[in-house]
């Protein structure tokens, strides 16, 4: 079945300690996302990419980054930047310009050890 | 600039009655409009979309939404709630470039 997996489901960041985590599509889509969810805040965007070896940065890019080296493929790393890692993280991807709606992983879970 | 805006935090709501989530934009052109849906520690699964023509639309598991232009609102409806519909409900706004809005979430729970 086509789908979007992210991995790992739960993940332990030390303290100045850069981590990746990675989201896989098989759905043969152009664009891909990666979201940062916070209770009560809804879903804001940290990096999207429309095409391979492309990325734009969203509302909340600062103390991450991407790369988009293979389509399929669209992992994020939290650096030690960013102060306040703890959040649900989610990935998605569409086929199209805003117009096509989006599939999302299952999200991955970042703690603070 | 572009919004989603989700008035309703929390809903509660007896197994069997009618629910309606509501969902307002702010768009300057023809939104692309959706519904979506996610449970507790998983991901978003869509709902319903709406882009053009009839208003009303249907989605998946039993699910409704209306778009009124002239209110700028795409209210989700469910005629008969059931207890395994309890989860967080979420409007988004495609701008017809990459990006999408969503709304802060309505989070429903449903009384035995």
């Known amino acids: 079945d086509g789908g979007i997996t992210q991995s790992p489901k739960y993940l332990f960041r030390k303290e100045g300690q850069n981590v990746t985590l990675s989201c896989e599509q098989n759905?043969?889509?152009?664009?891909m996302y990666w979201y940062r969810q916070d209770p009560g805040q809804g879903l804001r965007l940290i990096y999207y990419?429309?095409?391979?070896?492309?990325?734009q940065k969203g509302d909340i890019a600062e103390g991450y980054s991407v790369s988009r080296e293979k389509k399929e493929s669209f992992p994020l790393t939290v650096t030690s930047a960013q102060k306040n890692p703890t959040a649900f993280y989610l990935c998605?991807?569409?086929?199209?310009?805003?117009?096509?709606?989006?599939?999302f992983g299952d999200g991955t879970r970042l703690s603070i050890l | 600039a572009q919004s989603v805006t989700q008035p309703d935090i929390h809903i509660t709501v007896s197994e069997g009655a009618s629910l309606e989530l509501r969902c307002n934009y702010s768009y300057g052109a023809t939104p692309y409009l959706f519904w979506y849906v996610q449970s507790p520690g998983q991901g978003l699964q869509l709902l319903l979309k709406y882009f053009s023509g009839d208003t009303l639309v249907q989605g998946i598991k039993g699910f409704e939404a209306e778009f009124k232009r002239s209110q700028s609102s795409f209210n989700l409806r469910k005629p008969s709630v059931h207890w395994s519909d309890a989860a967080e409900y979420f409007c988004a706004v495609g701008e017809g470039t990459y990006k999408y809005i969503f709304g802060t979430g309505t989070r429903l729970k449903v009384l035995a």
């Open positions: 990419s429309q095409i391979v070896n492309d990325f």
């Open positions: 998605a991807s569409s086929g199209g310009a805003g117009n096509q709606p989006q599939h």
């Open positions: 759905l043969n889509h152009d664009a």
